[in-house]
């Protein structure tokens, strides 16, 4: 049985390597052949790839049921191995000890039997080991194959949708910071308007209109007395009121 299931599993096996030697040397003739040729012949190969990769799992099932029997078995072996080895070291103690005559032939048969059915149980549980060990290699390499998928099929895929949540990330980020900056900008850009609007309007002088600096008292364009500004210092220091002696 297991080796039947065996002989299917490799067959399958094969048949993906075959297939995943194509996809690889299909990749490197990619630059010099035609696009469409070139998609129209992976398609082909990959789809029979999966077809493949599904019967190899559909056996699995199979092969670990048979690798489960086959570990009881050896289990079961080994104790019986076990009791026929200490049944033959029985024999022979007893014997050195002069409980039993080699002359004897019923002692000779017996221990003769003895040995005969610890080693057919040696042999036998050799061959269950080397089985499940044959077993298991085989699950290795279904594990392998099924786990690498279709050559260059899961790598673009998963390439992508990073590539596509990086850019969305960024883009967001960009578009947030643009608005902040913006709104941040535009208010500076109200109150500087302001404050400036507010200053012109004192330091003007009322006979050319020009705009000086707030700490003069003369235009620095016309030397025309700025009167607001004169005013508002007659009114801050009031000069009559003050007793100044000469």
Known sequence: MAEVLEKKILDLLDRRE??????????????????????????DYSTKLQVVLEKINEQRGSLEKKAKELTTQISNKEKVFTEQSDQVDELQIRAKLGEFNHDNNDFKDELNQSESDRDQTSGS????????????????????????????????????????????????????????????????????????????????CPSCGHINPPHLVVCEECNAELEDLGQDLDDEFDFDDMDVDI
């Open 18 to 43: 075959e297939f995943v030697g194509r996809l690889n040397n299909l990749e490197t003739m990619k630059p010099d052949t035609n696009t469409r040729v070139y998609q129209k012949i992976r398609e």
């Open 125 to 204: 549980l050799d061959k269950l080991r080397k089985e499940l060990s044959d077993l298991n290699g085989v699950l290795s390499d279904v594990d392998h194959a099924t786990s690498a998928g279709v050559p260059g099929l899961e790598g673009s895929t998963k390439s992508a949708k990073s590539t596509t949540t990086s850019d969305d990330i960024i883009d967001i980020e960009d578009d947030e910071l643009i608005e902040d900056v913006e709104e941040v900008e535009g208010d500076d850009l109200d109150i500087d308007i302001d404050d400036v609007s507010d200053g012109s309007d004192e330091n003007k």
